[in-house]
């Protein structure tokens, strides 16, 4: 879908700034915004892998950044993948990006000064329990692996986290992000989302059995 025929319902100063590098939309990208992501909707977005579902963290990161003149907060399972997160964002966009995964047990008040702030469950739960200053300031929080819930490890952090801030934050803006959820219907009524769910990946995905050098597809 060409971004132009979405021009009306993107805010004029974000549609400035996606305009240059951005030409068509994905599925989940045009769904995202039909349901309401720059409405301030929660979204839960389940779609293959390279779908498109950073670009519908970045849309719901611009516009409360942009519009809602909010923070905002992507949280991670793993401190590699913040780091992956960290250099895409610096590299793509001009608005101030941190990144907060160690293990040092603060409240890190310095992060007040940037916009963006990229962290795993863990350490963001630690931020929440010493009250830190700036999070009454987050407009939105996305959580990539939202699957990540199910499991017995990460799941009960990330699962008392978003209940904490649904809580504490009343105008929170929830975008959940994952390519494996086995019941997105009940997780999306959980989070109060309106569900995204959609097949489209950039290469066809094909099934087969290998057996003596070939493949028999199905």
Known sequence: ?????????????IYAKLEPRIKTFRPAQFKAIDAGIFQDKNLLICTPTASG???????AIMNAIFHDKGKCVYVVPLKALASEKY??????????????????????SYLDKYDLIITTSEKFDSLIRHKTPWLKKIKVVIIDEIHLLNDSSRGPTLEILI????????????????ATIGNPSELAEWLDADLILDDWRPVQLKKGIYLDNSIEFY
């Open 1 to 13: 879908m060409e971004i132009s025929k979405y021009k009306n319902k993107i805010p004029a100063n």
């Open 53 to 59: 579902k950073t670009l519908v963290a970045e849309l």
């Open 87 to 108: 250099e895409h964002f610096k590299r793509t966009h001009a608005f101030k990006t941190a990144i907060t995964s160690g293990d040092i047990d603060s409240d890190d």
């Open 163 to 178: 209940t904490i801030l649904r809580r504490v934050l009343k105008n929170l803006q929830i975008i959940g992000l994952s």
